[in-house]
């Protein structure tokens, strides 16, 4: 199976925020890749088919941040 793309719409005031989402993501199992832009307030993750959507979008929001908007493999999904 190939791997999944999601992309998430964090708000992010400082590099601190974006530190606190690399923390909370990167002991997640699955996790291939992370890219986060602080000027584009985005999340994306490129994950194996183990770790899911919404493992991904609990771990961001335990840190507290605010998530507008999120997709899996360019679908919309909700938040």
């Given amino acids: 199976m ?3 793309q999601y992309k998430f719409n964090v ?3 400082c590099s601190g925020c974006s530190n606190a989402i690399k ?3 990167g ?3 699955g996790l291939k890749s992370l890219d986060i832009s602080l000027e584009q307030q985005t999340v ?3 994950a194996e088919t183990s770790l899911s959507y ?3 979008l609990a771990a961001i929001k335990e840190k ?3 998530v507008h ?3 899996s493999d360019g679908i919309p999904q909700s938040i």
């Fill in 54 to 56: 919404d493992a991904v």
């Fill in 23 to 25: 923390e909370a993501l």
């Fill in 69 to 71: 908007s999120g997709e």
């Fill in 2 to 4: 190939s791997d999944h």
């Fill in 27 to 29: 002991p997640l199992s």
């Fill in 11 to 13: 708000k992010m005031g």
């Fill in 44 to 46: 994306s993750v490129v």
């Fill in 64 to 66: 507290g941040k605010e």
